[in-house]
């Protein structure tokens, strides 16, 4: 178990002694859930960090006409660290497991060993970040009301958070579109539209922007 938590993208670049690591096996837990089970964001999140193995769980806002959208989904080897967001109510916030397998170690076995660890806390903060950036993201691209603007942010934020030009599709394409609020048959017109006009491949399950500039321009061109 400690070495999928090693290898997380928490520990990326922190290195540890072995007095560290004998440390950290104390605090792991493994967790299986079976099914499709919804739970309140805190009461998953709380002085927990997750380690994602198989399986997922998606990121829900309840929106004040009851209505629930997707924020994100969490997938294989991904990290979630509970964050307070400020003026949300934690309580509109769950998260659902669809068949999950994933280790769960106390946050506060973490934070201690962030003083004499650089890398370790730019990657604990940098973690507990993206739910407010994956809020705001989701919060701009619901306002969006022109689906292939949409679309275009989305392909550019998500660039923007890896800092490179190819993402992976992390979602299925149904997933995908239900994260960004449209049917999987626009959603695919619009992608293809971008692919015939250069904007973007499409190759392996990643998305590779071939031209940012254009891909920016259409962002606000429409």
């Given at each position: 178990?400690?070495?999928?938590?090693?290898?997380?993208?928490?520990?990326?670049?922190?290195?540890?002694?072995?007095?560290?690591?004998?440390?950290?096996?104390?605090?792991?837990?493994?967790?299986?859930?079976?099914?499709?089970?919804?739970?309140?964001?805190?009461?998953?999140?709380?002085?927990?960090?997750?380690?994602?193995?198989?399986?997922?769980?998606?990121?829900?806002?309840?929106?004040?006409?009851?209505?629930?959208?997707?924020?994100?989904?969490?997938?294989?080897?991904?990290?979630?660290?509970?964050?307070?967001?400020?003026?949300?109510?934690?309580?509109?916030?769950?998260?659902?497991?669809?068949?999950?397998?994933?280790?769960?170690?106390?946050?506060?076995?973490?934070?201690?060993?962030?003083?004499?660890?650089?890398?370790?806390?730019?990657?604990?903060?940098?973690?507990?970040?993206?739910?407010?950036?994956?809020?705001?993201?989701?919060?701009?691209?619901?306002?969006?009301?022109?689906?292939?603007?949409?679309?275009?942010?989305?392909?550019?934020?998500?660039?923007?958070?890896?800092?490179?030009?190819?993402?992976?599709?992390?979602?299925?394409?149904?997933?995908?579109?239900?994260?960004?609020?449209?049917?999987?048959?626009?959603?695919?017109?619009?992608?293809?539209?971008?692919?015939?006009?250069?904007?973007?491949?499409?190759?392996?399950?990643?998305?590779?922007?071939?031209d940012m500039d254009k891909l920016q321009g259409l962002m606000i061109a429409i």
């Amino acid at each position: 178990m400690i070495h999928e938590i090693l290898s997380s993208k928490l520990f990326q670049n922190a290195k540890l002694t072995n007095k560290n690591v004998d440390y950290l096996k104390d605090y792991i837990k493994p967790y299986e859930i079976k099914g499709k089970k919804q739970f309140i964001y805190n009461e998953l999140l709380e002085n927990k960090v997750i380690f994602i193995l198989d399986g997922s769980l998606s990121l829900n806002l309840t929106l004040s006409t009851g209505s629930s959208t997707p924020l994100k989904i969490y997938t294989k080897n991904d990290v979630i660290i509970k964050n307070k967001i400020s003026s949300i109510n934690c309580s509109n916030i769950s998260l659902c497991a669809d068949n999950v397998k994933y280790l769960s170690i106390m946050e506060d076995a973490i934070k201690n060993l962030l003083s004499n660890n650089s890398p370790l806390l730019y990657n604990y903060l940098n973690i507990k970040e993206e739910i407010v950036q994956d809020l705001l993201i989701k919060i701009e691209l619901a306002l969006e009301k022109n689906n292939f603007i949409k679309v275009c942010k989305y392909i550019f934020f998500e660039t923007s958070n890896l800092n490179k030009n190819t993402i992976p599709l992390r979602y299925t394409m149904e997933a995908l579109a239900d994260v960004l609020g449209m049917s999987n048959s626009t959603l695919y017109r619009k992608l293809n539209y971008l692919k015939r006009h250069g904007v973007i491949g499409l190759k392996d399950k990643t998305i590779k922007v071939l031209d940012m500039d254009k891909l920016q321009g259409l962002m606000i061109a429409i």
